[in-house]
């Protein structure tokens, strides 16, 4: 077993992070906070720190770009409403260039359309303008999928935008400060290899899950 698979899980489940992340987060003052979960993982985090906070809840929905044959290797990433936005370095790696990823991007641009409707079950999207919005997820990284995210939400013009998560890469957390006011997360361990790796319980999460948090 390698070593960083020994290590104890910092999280026992996404509720665990959730309440944790909100203790981290007490103590502010907001004006009409918008908790945002980044779906699906980052839903049930932020659905504690809503509760937490006094907050009104949404999703958010961006997704990641794989690597061909490699499609949980995300190079890049996409809003239901665009552009993408890539990972250049990580391009350069695999030798690909963002034209060549032109049909992974349509697929996932659809699938975050499709999500979107979904969890949106004919609601109208909450009002963003002048409002300290927080966008939450279960973990940060690379960094790319939540960029994508935070500049969707950036353009409906916050009054400041946090990212939050219970755990982040370090080297991720530096490049979302880039594009947050803020970003809050509970650990930056050096050992980071994968979001999951920190939580005891990372089941996989469906539309249902989602939806249930949304309208509880």
């Known amino acids: 077993m390698p070593a960083w698979e020994a290590r104890p899980r ?3 489940d996404r509720e665990d992070g959730g309440r944790r992340l909100a203790d ?3 103590g502010r003052r907001w004006a009409e906070p918008l908790v945002l979960g980044l779906a699906r993982g980052g839903v049930p985090v932020a659905a504690v720190v809503a509760r937490r906070l006094g907050a009104e809840l949404d999703v958010v929905v961006a997704r990641k770009i794989g690597a061909p044959g490699r499609r949980e290797y995300g190079v890049g990433a996409i809003t239901p409403d665009g552009p993408a936005i890539y990972d250049e370095a990580a391009l350069r790696a695999l030798n690909l260039t963002a034209a060549r990823m032109a049909r992974a ?3 996932e641009q659809a699938e975050a359309r499709r999500r979107r409707e979904r969890y949106r079950a004919g ?6 303008s002048g409002r300290d919005v ?11 999928t939540a960029t994508a995210a935070l500049r969707e939400v950036r353009a409906a013009r916050p009054r400041t935008l946090v990212f939050a998560a219970p755990v982040a890469a370090p080297g991720a957390a530096a490049r979302v400060r880039l594009e947050a006011d ?7 361990p050096r050992g980071f290899r994968a979001v999951g790796q920190w939580y005891a319980d990372f089941r996989q999460l469906g539309d249902d899950d989602v939806l249930g948090l949304l309208t509880r």
């Open 134 to 144: 927080l966008l939450v997820d279960d973990g940060l990284a690379t960094g790319v």
């Open 24 to 26: 981290a987060l007490r």
């Open 10 to 12: 910092v999280f026992a």
């Open 105 to 107: 991007e349509g697929r």
């Open 123 to 128: 609601r109208e999207p909450p009002g963003v």
């Open 182 to 188: 803020d970003v809050v997360c509970v650990a930056e």
